[in-house]
């Protein structure tokens, strides 16, 4: 299953990533995150894995992410290695313009069970974690919004 979701924020690249890559800080704008732990000594590159107990559909998982892209302002990959949440995602940021950035957000999730999981992830799922997904990538914009207005390199 593959999800995807877009959204503009009125802050530059490095203010965005300063945000997404806060590891800790996830649960204030990831909505089904309810806390994130960084398992390796490393906080940065390629190699860091985080455990982040997830909200999914009212049970609790636990999602671990391994990065697999580090490109600083531009792109952050992971790969989970949960047991319920497999596959792969990224967060890509482009420039759109002065002191904007078009966050895109992209997940392509291996649901268990077959053909039964596809359907079901595509049927009952999707359509939930999309609203997820594009309120908490509003909720990343905000706060890069937010802190960049108030660093006093902003202008």
Do not use: Y
């Not at 002191?99 to 595509?122: H, K, N, Q, V, Y």
């Not at 009952?124 to 890069?144: K, T």
């Amino acid at each position: 299953m593959r999800l995807e979701v877009v959204q503009t924020a009125a802050a530059p690249p490095e203010a965005v990533w300063a945000v997404l890559t806060d590891w800790e800080r996830q649960p204030e704008w990831m909505l089904d995150a309810k806390a994130v732990e960084v398992l390796t000594p490393e906080r940065t590159g390629v190699g860091v894995t985080i455990r982040c107990p997830t909200n999914l559909m009212g049970a609790t998982v636990q999602d671990i992410m391994r990065v697999t892209a580090w490109e600083p302002q531009r792109r952050l990959a992971v790969v989970h290695l949960g047991r319920i949440i497999t596959g792969g995602g990224a967060f890509d940021l482009d420039d759109d313009g002065p002191g904007r950035t078009r966050i895109t957000w992209w997940e392509e999730i291996d649901p268990p069970l077959g053909a039964l999981g596809e359907w079901g992830a595509s049927t009952l799922v999707e359509p939930v974690i999309r609203r997820i997904f594009a309120r908490s990538l509003r909720n990343l914009a905000g706060l890069a919004e937010a802190e960049h207005a108030a660093s006093p390199t902003a202008g």
